[in-house]
């Protein structure tokens, strides 16, 4: 067996050469104990001989192939998705390997077989896989017939599968490993400057590329955020004395009272259940010191009626629009409004133009991006900028 991994390794150093810089950074290993075929995690790609003995060629290639693009899409180092199982995990990280080559002699899971969109990142698929498997158990559990026909078709029947699977294995090597997501960013700006990609999809490339892009903690981001739109009001009062002459004077008391918008891209891949995070995340840290928290919806225009945060958690927010995207409504609406606003945050996919601002706007703004953009490095310049992939 490491006479066949050897021998693949030498053909990927003129073939893949991003395959083989990750063949090079890990030690190969073989492991009898675990119940998969091959597995990556803490600087090793472990395989099991017993189960790759009657492997062709093509297929302990692919096996070798999707532990090498996960280890480039830093799955096996990155902190994994908060109450995910094994088994949602790894079909997480499948559906996004499997779209980096056009053919495989392997099976994986994709986003067809949970009826899902391509395209998205690994740890929305984990969590949506994950909601999947707990609702199947659900009903398992549950033992109501005329409930599991009715969900039938709602629940693929590739979940059942990934529910049953032996997947823990698969996962036990994966940590947080800083160091290693460091490293392999280097790796990955060398093929970026050689543009030695081999037969990795362009899909693929851009992907990695933009995982290099230090993602800030969108609490961090949040906090210093709300530090920059409070604004507090003073008001003279003859409850409290002056702290230079006491009683002899009056004091003073700050009223906070900064209002804050939330513009919700709708052409944009923001579901419900992202929302519902995504507006628990905002009245968590802006419940004090904001006197307002208002929430329209925007494609190329200001759909709808301006709503209260509090009214939107509850659901009275139904999703209008879905057409292109232009940011630049509002902006003018913010600058425009009879509303003073302290603060704008925009969550969006961040795929359209950049707005200009115009003269004297001095309104902070946070772009809560749900995915890397082509346009981010633009956004930034003209605000904050932070993802939210991981609420």
């Avoid at 346009?375 to 904050?384: Q, V």
């Amino acid at each position: 067996m490491t006479g066949r991994i050897e021998k693949i390794s030498l053909e990927w150093f003129l073939t893949e050469p991003a395959l083989f810089m990750v063949m090079c950074s890990h030690n190969i290993v073989a492991n009898t104990d675990m119940n998969c075929p091959m597995r990556s995690g803490q600087r090793r790609i472990e395989y099991n001989p017993i189960l790759c003995k009657d492997m062709t060629e093509e297929m302990l290639r692919d096996h070798l192939k999707v532990e090498c693009i996960r280890i480039l899409l830093k799955h096996p180092y990155s902190r994994q998705p908060v109450g995910c199982s094994p088994q949602a995990i790894v079909a997480g990280s499948n559906c996004v390997v499997s779209d980096s080559y056009r053919k495989w002699t392997i099976r994986l899971d994709s986003p067809k077989d949970y009826k899902l969109e391509r395209g998205e990142c690994f740890e929305f698929y984990a969590k949506a896989i994950e909601k999947l498997l707990q609702k199947a158990q659900q009903m398992q559990t549950a033992g109501d017939k005329n409930k599991q026909k009715s969900s039938k078709a709602r629940i693929p029947q590739k979940v059942k599968g990934c529910a049953e699977r032996g997947d823990i294995d698969s996962v036990q090597l994966w940590e947080e490993d800083e160091l290693a997501v460091a490293e392999i960013n280097q790796m990955i700006d060398t093929l970026m400057f050689n543009k030695h990609w081999g037969s990795i999809s362009a899909n693929m490339i851009e992907s990695l590329i933009a995982s290099t892009k230090v993602k800030i903690d969108y609490r961090r981001v949040l906090q210093l955020f709300r530090t920059e739109v409070i604004s507090s009001k003073r008001r003279l009062t003859r409850m409290r004395p002056s702290r230079r002459f006491g009683f002899d004077y009056m004091g003073s008391v700050h009223q906070l009272t900064s209002r804050l918008l939330i513009a919700v891209d709708t052409s944009a891949s923001v579901s419900n259940d992202m929302l519902s995070d995504f507006f628990g995340v905002i009245n968590r840290f802006f419940k004090y010191g904001i006197e307002t928290i208002d929430v329209v919806m925007v494609d190329t225009e200001i759909n709808g009626e301006t709503m209260s945060l509090k009214k939107a958690k509850k659901g009275g927010i139904k999703i209008i629009g879905r057409g292109g995207t232009d940011f630049q409504c509002v902006i003018d609406y913010v600058a425009q409004s009879k509303t003073r606003y302290q603060g704008l945050i925009i969550l969006t996919d961040g795929e359209a133009p950049t707005p200009t601002l115009p003269p004297f706007f001095r309104v902070p703004i946070l772009w809560a991006l749900i995915k890397n953009s082509y346009n981010s490095d633009k956004l930034k310049e003209i605000g904050r900028l932070c993802y939210i992939q991981n609420i």
